[in-house]
């Protein structure tokens, strides 16, 4: 079986980059080991996660082990979970990778562009909150209209809260605020340009900005909080989408759809045996670079499968770094700087039956009040009363926890959570999925388990399962199910071997409204460089300025400049077919 190239892993970037060399005409074979779409990023129901989980558990089997599965649990570590796994286990879509998608940026570009949006759904973030103290959070003031209505903030916080959103939401770069602060420590950053501190400043920093520590530099800050100001008001109020069924497994899905419907080659559940490189014999083979197409092109690799007697083979192989254990041609994310992406994470993942209660804080200081008042009134008034109460049980949001919120958790990092419900598709009616994730850089001790580091942050969570008084249930809920896991970053190489032909995707950042922009813009940079190899010329255009790569190669591309083969665009325009779709979900 001959291609053009090979892609080795369903992850988000991996499957983006197949569908747009698929729709580039490209002959295309994508392989996985895995029985379902997504790789790291996939959307799993229970039973599926119980037997990821168990398969990547220390000692799991003692047969030899694929080196897939190798590199796999090199990078899940200190992995336990409950015996038992709750009834209706199927209805259950788990994401490995939670995220949120900022209504604004590469990814969202890239669903539209390539027609994908047809094949998923979306949800909007209802809430984005901070945890405050058990049973209680903080509001998030996102915008011009949560900054007038907070009863929290004085008078002067809310001009230099607003004074702040309008800088954040404009051209900043070169602006004096920001010159020659680039680096500075963004809390640092709030308190010398704008004098926000205290509960303000943690708010901007951790649940607007997504920050994991008060060391994050500014700049990145800031371009995370404009984005999220833009999205607002695209779709609806909330600046951020979370797919259906899951995320970005169902969406990595998408994209493998569209690359089969181009003619993309799909082998699931078949194990990597082999990757041989071109043999030397052939490496001065006469390559015609004027050829209509790539499949007369050598040398070519030779992949070898589980179960198939003939070979895979391609010019170039793309692929997610547990198939090839040593990069030799890594492709940096375009404009990420992000330290965070080599950092281990601890996660969570919890089912329970309660919806988590977002009561604001402001409650403590009215429930008195309120009481008082109530006192003498008849029964039926006060029926009337509890039933026009404010509700604030959420489906699908977002819950902060800054550093030192927790008397026994980090007191450098913040911890994310990301609660989804029966309104995404995620869960049954009346079940909950809990998304916990904390960074754990370098520095941090690693005597503790991932269980031993988050079960205060769950503890926490399910606390907000009960109202403080208009509930006759006043007890906290309890997980039915529950895995926690340390998931570790791709080691990089740092030596090359001058191998060219095998791309491997590089890590995503692990921050929630960044992964699914940030696999997006890896997917990109993996496509011109698989496009580059390939030896088609890449047509300039005024959305793409020409980089350093494409000024060594432009005397090669010469002749082929105005080929009519030439690519000018990641995306090619849709077709009537492709086009049968709008722009809301």
């Given at each position: 079986?001959?291609?053009?190239?090979?892609?080795?892993?369903?992850?988000?970037?991996?499957?983006?980059?197949?569908?747009?060399l698929?729709?580039?005409?490209?002959?295309?074979?994508?392989?996985?080991?895995?029985?379902?779409?997504?790789?790291?990023?996939?959307?799993?129901?229970?039973?599926?996660?119980?037997?990821?989980?168990?398969t990547?558990?220390?000692?799991?089997?003692?047969?030899?082990?694929?080196?897939?599965?190798?590199?796999?649990?090199?990078?899940?570590?200190?992995?336990?979970?409950?015996?038992?796994?709750?009834?209706?286990?199927?209805?259950?879509?788990?994401?490995?990778?939670?995220?949120?998608?900022?209504?604004?940026?590469?990814?969202?570009?890239?669903l539209?562009?390539s027609?994908?949006?047809?094949?998923?759904?979306?949800?909007?973030?209802?809430?984005?909150?901070?945890?405050?103290?058990?049973?209680?959070?903080?509001?998030?003031?996102?915008?011009?209209?949560?900054?007038?209505?907070?009863?929290?903030?004085?008078?002067?916080?809310?001009?230099?809260?607003?004074?702040?959103?309008?800088f954040?939401?404009?051209?900043?770069?070169?602006?004096?605020?920001?010159?020659?602060?680039?680096?500075?420590?963004?809390?640092?950053?709030?308190?010398?340009?704008?004098?926000?501190?205290?509960?303000?400043?943690?708010?901007?920093?951790?649940?607007?900005?997504?920050?994991?520590?008060?060391?994050?530099?500014?700049?990145?800050?800031?371009?995370?909080?404009?984005?999220?100001?833009?999205s607002?008001?695209?779709?609806?109020?909330?600046?951020?989408?979370?797919?259906?069924?899951?995320?970005?497994?169902?969406?990595?899905?998408?994209?493998?759809?569209?690359s089969?419907?181009?003619?993309?080659?799909?082998?699931?559940?078949?194990?990597?045996?082999?990757?041989?490189?071109?043999?030397?014999?052939?490496?001065?083979?006469?390559?015609?670079e004027?050829?209509?197409?790539?499949?007369?092109f050598?040398?070519?690799?030779?992949?070898?499968?589980?179960?198939?007697?003939?070979?895979?083979?391609?010019?170039?192989?793309?692929?997610s770094?547990?198939?090839?254990?040593?990069?030799?041609?890594?492709?940096?994310?375009?404009?990420?700087?992000?330290?965070?992406?080599?950092?281990?994470?601890?996660?969570c993942?919890?089912?329970?039956?309660?919806?988590?209660?977002?009561?604001?804080?402001e409650?403590?200081?009215?429930?008195?009040?309120a009481d008082?008042?109530?006192?003498?009134?008849?029964?039926?008034?006060?029926?009337?009363a509890?039933?026009?109460?404010?509700?604030?049980?959420?489906?699908?949001?977002?819950?902060?926890?800054?550093?030192?919120?927790l008397?026994?958790?980090?007191?450098?990092?913040?911890?994310?959570?990301?609660?989804?419900?029966?309104?995404?598709?995620?869960?049954?009616?009346?079940?909950?999925?809990?998304?916990?994730?904390?960074?754990?850089?370098?520095s941090?001790?690693?005597?503790?388990?991932?269980?031993?580091?988050?079960?205060?942050?769950?503890?926490?969570?399910?606390?907000?399962?009960?109202?403080?008084?208009?509930?006759?249930?006043?007890?906290?809920?309890?997980?039915?199910?529950s895995?926690?896991?340390?998931?570790?970053?791709?080691?990089l190489?740092?030596?090359?071997?001058?191998?060219?032909?095998?791309?491997?995707?590089?890590?995503?950042?692990?921050?929630?409204?960044?992964?699914?922009?940030?696999?997006?813009?890896?997917?990109?940079?993996?496509?011109?460089q698989?496009?580059?190899?390939?030896?088609?010329?890449?047509?300039?255009?005024?959305?793409?300025?020409?980089?350093?790569?494409?000024?060594?190669?432009?005397?090669?591309?010469?002749?082929?400049?105005?080929?009519?083969?030439?690519?000018?665009s990641?995306?090619?325009?849709?077709?009537?077919?492709?086009?049968?779709?709008?722009?809301?979900?």
């Open positions: 079986m001959d291609f053009d190239v090979v892609v080795l892993g369903t992850g988000l970037s991996e499957s983006i980059t197949a569908a747009a698929s729709k580039a005409g490209f002959k295309v074979a994508h392989v996985d080991h895995n029985q379902y779409y997504g790789g790291d990023e996939a959307s799993l129901t229970l039973d599926e996660l119980v037997q990821w989980a168990d990547r558990a220390a000692g799991a089997s003692d047969k030899p082990s694929p080196d897939y599965l190798i590199s796999q649990r090199a990078r899940y570590t200190s992995i336990s979970r409950s015996p038992n796994i709750p009834p209706q286990s199927r209805q259950y879509s788990v994401s490995l990778a939670p995220s949120i998608v900022p209504s604004t940026g590469p990814h969202i570009e890239s539209v562009a027609g994908v949006s047809r094949y998923g759904s979306f949800k909007l973030l209802e809430r984005v909150a901070v945890y405050d103290r058990p049973g209680f959070v903080q509001s998030v003031p996102g915008s011009k209209e949560d900054v007038f209505k907070s009863k929290v903030l004085s008078l002067i916080e809310k001009r230099r809260l607003m004074r702040f959103l309008m954040a939401a404009g051209e900043f770069e070169g602006k004096k605020e920001l010159e020659g602060k680039e680096h500075t420590p963004f809390l640092q950053f709030l308190w010398d340009g704008f004098t926000l501190s205290g509960q303000p400043a943690i708010a901007i920093t951790y649940a607007l900005a997504f920050c994991t520590s008060a060391n994050d530099p500014a700049l990145p800050a800031l371009q995370r909080i404009r984005q999220y100001l833009r607002a008001g695209r779709y609806g109020a909330s600046p951020f989408l979370v797919g259906h069924y899951g995320g970005l497994g169902e969406t990595a899905q998408g994209f493998c759809r569209t089969a419907v181009k003619g993309g080659t799909y082998i699931l559940g078949r194990r990597v045996v082999a990757i041989k490189p071109p043999s030397p014999a052939t490496d001065d083979t006469i390559q015609d004027k050829a209509p197409s790539t499949s007369n050598g040398p070519r690799y030779q992949i070898g499968l589980e179960d198939f007697v003939e070979p895979i083979t391609a010019k170039i192989v793309v692929s770094p547990d198939y090839v254990p040593s990069p030799t041609n890594q492709i940096s994310a375009s404009g990420s700087s992000l330290s965070p992406s080599t950092y281990a994470i601890a996660r993942i919890a089912v329970i039956d309660k919806p988590l209660v977002f009561t604001p804080f409650r403590l200081e009215e429930e008195p009040q008082a008042e109530e006192e003498g009134e008849n029964p039926e008034d006060e029926t009337s509890r039933s026009t109460a404010p509700n604030y049980e959420v489906d699908t949001a977002v819950l902060v926890f800054p550093p030192g919120s008397a026994d958790g980090s007191s450098t990092e913040a911890a994310h959570l990301l609660t989804t419900g029966e309104a995404s598709l995620s869960a049954p009616r009346g079940k909950w999925i809990i998304n916990i994730s904390l960074l754990l850089p370098p941090a001790p690693r005597t503790s388990s991932a269980e031993q580091i988050l079960r205060p942050y769950l503890d926490a969570a399910l606390s907000l399962t009960t109202t403080s008084s208009t509930s006759t249930d006043t007890q906290p809920a309890a997980p039915l199910f895995l926690f896991y340390i998931h570790h970053p791709v080691a190489s740092g030596a090359s071997s001058g191998d060219l032909n095998i791309i491997v995707s590089p890590p995503c950042t692990p921050l929630l409204p960044v992964i699914a922009d940030t696999a997006t813009q890896n997917a990109e940079a993996m496509f011109w698989a496009v580059k190899t390939l030896g088609i010329a890449r047509k300039k255009t005024d959305t793409h300025e020409a980089s350093a790569d494409d000024k060594t190669g432009e005397a090669n591309e010469k002749d082929a400049g105005e080929d009519s083969e030439a690519i000018d990641f995306w090619p325009p849709l077709d009537a077919a492709e086009d049968d779709t709008t722009d809301e979900w």
